[in-house]
């Protein structure tokens, strides 16, 4: 499970398939995210990036985590199956 790129901000147990690519300056990550309301796919290309550290908090790596939770949204309109905000 992906916990620390797209699937940080959403649901424990969400299947993730997923690629990443990073440099210093660009990351990317691509993953297919299976939700009880079907499998949809987010892709998320930065470049130029300040933040340059290979840490899980990097902007590069929450900017990615919070589309797929944009995505998820759009596909779970209801909140019982929206995750909760992180702590």
Do not use: C, M, Y
């Not at 939700?35 to 550290?53: C, K, M, Q, Y």
Request: zero cysteines; hydrophobic letters at 45%; a negative charge.
């Amino acid at each position: 499970d992906d916990t620390k790129r797209l699937g940080a901000q959403l649901p424990a147990g969400t299947k993730i398939a997923l690629k990443t690519g990073s440099v210093s300056a660009a990351r990317t990550v691509a993953g297919l995210v299976e939700s009880p309301a079907g499998p949809f796919v987010v892709t998320v290309l930065t470049a130029e990036n300040v933040d340059r550290r290979w840490a899980d908090d990097n902007a590069a790596e929450i900017l990615s985590a919070a589309i797929t939770k944009a995505a998820w949204d759009v596909f779970h309109p209801d909140p019982k199956l929206s995750p909760v905000a992180p702590a």
